[in-house]
């Protein structure tokens, strides 16, 4: 028996959810959406079929009479016969464990750190830990994280500004702002913490680099948070969950120097 608790939508079950809607509201078919094609078509088969979205995703059987679909950050759960999707947590109530959970941490993405160059970041700190942030200047989760960076002690932030225009029409506008100003560290928190707009100017900016090399390694939001052992945290999450990873990273540096 399992407990199901509905959290916030995630991307790809949106444009699931909208794309059986669209179908169905377009009289395109005359049986369920999701009723099943044929006993001999597979599951990935069937879901790739029905929601291109879903194109690089790993499936697996999760429980009884559904499949979990991982990609990137999010993890669903889709039935056998495609009647019921689920986004949220799946928790086991024998053990108390979230299965969903448990896939999002077996399936963390795994970044190559050597992509990015930091001389496209605004950075901030020193010491002997890194973090790189991909950060929408006009992204309000962005400035939660924000406010908990300085919390970090012996690290660099390399802030890479990559704006989701889609989301926030004229943060790439201000994105150019900001690197363009004379002092774009001061610049970046001016404006994301206090809503001190950068003075119009123009020079050369990274940040077109910074789109396509968010999209070529699938950053699918603002903030992203990159360790240097290429693992990702998502969100705005606080200081305390930083350090605690990268203690972890240090510790294995040091193991591993032993």
């Known amino acids: 028996m399992k407990r ?6 995630m991307s790809l079950a949106t444009a699931m959810a909208t794309a059986s809607l669209s179908v169905a509201r377009a009289g395109e078919v005359t049986t369920p959406l999701f009723a099943s094609d044929s006993v001999s078509s597979s599951f990935d088969e069937q879901l790739l079929r029905r929601f291109p979205s879903s194109a690089g995703s790993k499936t697996a059987a999760a429980f009884a009479g559904f499949h979990s679909v991982v990609k990137g950050t999010e993890v669903i759960f889709i039935s056998d016969d495609f009647s019921i999707l689920i986004r949220g947590e799946v928790v086991e109530l024998k053990d108390g464990k979230s299965l969903t959970t448990a896939l999002a941490e077996a399936n963390k993405p795994i970044l190559d750190i050597t992509k990015l160059d930091t001389k496209d970041a ?8 890194t973090i790189y942030v991909f950060s929408d200047p006009d992204c309000p989760f962005c400035k939660q994280l924000e406010s908990e960076l300085p919390k970090l002690v012996d690290t660099v932030v390399y802030i890479f500004p990559f704006p989701l225009t889609s989301l926030h029409p004229n943060s790439k506008v201000v994105a150019d702002a900001i690197w363009c100003s004379p002092n774009r560290a001061k610049a970046w928190k001016d404006y994301v913490m206090n809503g001190v707009v950068p ?16 999209q070529s390694m699938q950053i699918q939001g603002t903030p992203s948070i990159i360790f240097t052992d290429g693992s990702v945290i998502p969100g705005a999450v606080p200081a305390q969950r930083i350090a605690a990873k990268l203690d972890s990273i240090q510790s294995v540096k040091v193991g591993v120097s032993k």
């Open 4 to 9: 199901i608790k509905l959290l916030a939508a």
């Open 122 to 129: 605004i950075s901030f700190g020193q010491g002997p830990k």
């Open 199 to 214: 003075k119009s100017a123009s020079c050369p900016t990274p940040i077109e680099r910074n789109i396509a090399l968010g």
